[in-house]
């Protein structure tokens, strides 16, 4: 996975675009993936979540991807909104570690 | 069903005081993890335990950093002679099981003046 401890990745999505967060898990026997959303001075929240026999799964204007072949996760927003402006990061269920996550940054 | 509660939301401390911060899991939960959070970085792991156990500490600074979680009330996060460098944000997360999803609290962010 990525290491934490660096400063983070800035994603920035003009409003209204579709965004693409992308995420590396480090386990390969990881069989449940968590996508987490953190506001400025806030907890992180869940988002989405995805099992092993699954490729896709779609919410409220999120869809999340798996590719297990090569251990890679992504989120997309659709139709971003400035409510959106968050770091997002996902989680293996089966690594307590978690990568530093992605800053995105709505333009107006 | 109240979610993971950290409290207090806010701890200012001078140097060498000690600072205690707890987690009380989501009902249900009894695995508990910390982590610590500086501006602009990520999540970093200090410790994992369950209830009276410690399992994973790989992540805890050897001096002054402790972790609790007794078989009833919160678990407890304790810095002792905290220095400036200990200011961050604290996270504490909890699932039902190992290995499962996690939830988070709303941290408590430590000062140090």
């Known amino acids: 996975g990525e290491s934490v401890g660096l400063h983070l990745p800035t994603l920035s999505v003009q409003e209204g675009d579709n965004s693409i967060i992308n995420c590396a898990y480090s386990n390969s026997a990881s069989d449940y993936f968590i996508w987490y959303k953190q506001e400025s001075g806030k907890g992180p929240q869940f988002i989405i979540d995805i099992r092993s026999n699954m490729d896709k799964r779609q919410g409220q204007r999120v869809t999340v991807l798996l590719n297990k072949t090569v251990k890679h996760l992504s989120l997309q927003i659709a139709a971003t909104q400035p409510g959106d402006s968050a770091v997002y990061f996902c989680?293996?269920?089966?690594?307590?570690?978690f990568g530093k996550g992605t800053r995105l940054h709505i333009l107006p | 069903n109240a979610g993971v509660m950290q409290n207090p939301r806010h701890l200012v401390r001078r140097r060498g005081q000690e600072a205690r911060l707890r987690c009380s899991p989501m009902k249900g939960h009894s695995h508990v993890y910390w982590y610590r959070q500086l501006p602009e970085e990520g999540l970093k792991f200090m410790v994992y335990l369950q209830k009276e156990n410690i399992i994973d500490e790989s992540g805890m600074p050897k001096e002054r950093f402790s972790a609790e979680f007794p078989k009833e009330g919160p678990s407890i996060l304790r810095i002792q002679q905290v220095v400036r460098g200990d200011s961050a944000a604290y996270f504490c997360?909890?699932?039902?099981?190992?290995?499962?999803?996690?939830?988070f609290g709303s941290g408590t962010r430590l000062t140090v003046v």
């Open positions: 989680a293996e269920n089966l690594s307590i570690i």
């Open positions: 997360a909890s699932s039902q099981r190992e290995n499962g999803g996690y939830t």
